[in-house]
């Protein structure tokens, strides 16, 4: 393992032990608090279509955010994993109850056979990105896979680049590589950071 991905494994894991050390209660309180930031967002009320993910584990719980941008009105679009290719596949989603389906590593994703699949990424206006750790310069932290560096790498229009986190989640700095794409904004319990990007 070289230098570079040794410290983001360090990073990793000392964040995700925070993480887990939360108790439910206050997890479930500071996710309500993200979920009024980023609904109130200017970059998210201009948008039309939307890209969030359905949380897992200590993540921030966005199910109640991807709910908001359903009655808002807005085309909420989730993402599928593809085993085979390693990459994300991105479906429009109008029901949370009725058209989601549990998928890879146990995350809801959407039902192929019920939502529209995406083919214009370009489409997307914001978009709301898991990680596990974020620094103030937009460096991300995910869990390895680069299954949304890729995704991002598809658009020629690049969508406003959200992160929703705990501050906990906050880090002085990340080790990045070519390949890691660099977020606009980060939303937590304290405060909304715009990304020296």
Known sequence: MSELKRHKADIRSLVLRQREQMDAARHAQLSEVITQRLAAMPEYQ???????????????????WLQQVLDDGKHLILPRVDIASKQLELYRVQDLACQMQQGAWGIAEPMPECCERLIG??????????????????????YGGGYYDKLLARMERRPVLVAAAFALQLVDAIPQESTDVKIDRIVTEQESISCSV
Request: aromatic content about 12%; glycine content about 14%.
């Open 121 to 142: 990424l370009n489409a997307v206006e914001f978009a709301l990105l898991p990680g596990v750790a974020f620094a103030r310069d937009g460096a991300r932290l995910g």
């Open 46 to 64: 201009g948008a039309a279509m939307v890209l969030g993910y359905m949380s897992f584990g200590t993540e921030f719980a966005s199910r109640d």
